[in-house]
């Protein structure tokens, strides 16, 4: 029987046929091919970016295509020597290779912000094996990514070092928006953002600093020392890649970790392939009342090429029905 799947196998090859690999979540079609679609994304005085991938392997011609913008923008990108290097039976770099990674782009005084080229899986083994004695204090040092990366900027806002943005990553930037990227300008410009419409799942005004990041991460991080506070902030909450039934679970979880307790207000953002919009809605809709706080939907943040940055740093101001990030004075 082996050998006959084999056969077959072989045969199918032969003909110039293959089995499609799923696609990666976190990259899109190309929108357009405006070079410079890129300058001024960044915050005032970046200039040199440090480009990691502390998660999975970045092996699409996105990737690299990603950091090609953000060269034609003008800043100078340095790649850390182990972005893309994979071990021959993960798809990763070794851990050693990351933390070093980690360890270089932090203390260059050259680098002003630390930009993820992916996410995947990974993150969570960074940081369990960081010593966060070798990074200098670095609180103005920026550092932006999402998905997998919500392990890595909650854990840098609990440790009180450098400036954690979740936001794309350079493979999703040929792919992203016009007005993504005009949201990531003015957020990382303190600009007002906003007012952007949301659906009410509990009523109520509401105000405070931003916290974002993955679903299942979240719950991954109820059970580390890198937690952050999540009192007084406004949580904004996405996934992808999986079922309605999934999403319930990881949310009672959550409840069942008090990580909702103290918080100002709860925003659930994109849910990408994970079931059809309308059992993700019935979901949230019966979770959002148990949450003890306001609750709303629909704000575009997550795996879809329509994906605002948040700031950790950022106020945010939830009213009648809308969410805005107002200009920073």
């Known amino acids: ?19 499609a690999a799923p696609r990666d979540s976190e990259l899109f079609e190309p929108v357009e091919k405006d070079p410079k ?28 295509a990603g950091l090609e913008l953000l060269r034609q923008a003008g800043y100078r990108v340095k790649i850390m020597p182990h972005t893309f ?14 933390l070093s990674d980690f360890y270089q782009a932090w203390n260059d005084p ?11 899986r990974g993150s969570e083994q960074v940081m369990d094996n960081i010593d966060w004695k070798k990074l200098k204090h670095r609180p103005g040092l920026y550092f932006q990514g999402y998905s997998d990366i919500t392990i890595i900027v909650n854990a840098l806002l609990a440790k009180g070092n450098g400036h954690p943005i979740a936001g794309p990553m350079a493979g999703g930037l040929p792919g992203l928006t016009a007005d993504s990227l005009d949201a990531m300008r003015k957020i990382h410009h303190g600009k007002t953002l906003g007012p952007v419409k949301v659906k009410t799942l509990v009523p109520g005004d509401c105000q405070g600093l931003a916290l974002a990041g993955l679903l299942r991460r979240f719950v991954v991080l109820t059970g580390k020392d890198y937690l952050p506070e999540r ?15 999934v999403i ?12 909702f307790d103290g918080a100002a207000g709860v925003v659930f953002c ?28 629909g704000y575009p943040f997550g ?9 950790f740093t950022r106020k945010v101001v939830i009213k009648n029905g809308t969410v805005t990030f107002p200009a920073v004075k």
């Open 303 to 311: 795996h879809a090429p329509k994906s605002y940055s948040i700031d």
């Open 270 to 297: 994109h849910f990408i392939r994970s079931g059809s919009k309308k059992e993700i809605a019935a979901v949230l809709k019966e979770i959002a009342p148990k949450l003890g706080v306001p609750v709303y939907m």
């Open 248 to 259: 319930r679970e990881n949310l009672n979880l959550l409840l069942e970790k008090k990580f």
């Open 1 to 19: 029987m082996k050998k006959q799947i084999f056969t077959f196998l072989l045969a199918v090859l032969s003909a110039g046929c293959a089995v």
């Open 110 to 120: 050259e680098v002003d912000m630390i930009f993820c080229v992916r996410g995947g």
């Open 231 to 245: 009192k007084g902030r406004i949580i904004f909450i996405e996934d992808v890649r999986v079922s309605p039934k």
């Open 85 to 98: 290097v994979r071990q021959e039976d993960v798809a990763q770099a070794p851990l050693a290779g990351r």
């Open 37 to 64: 679609r890129c300058v001024g994304i960044l915050p005032p005085g970046v200039k040199t970016i440090a480009c990691i991938a502390p998660g999975s392997y970045p092996g699409s011609k996105s990737h690299k």
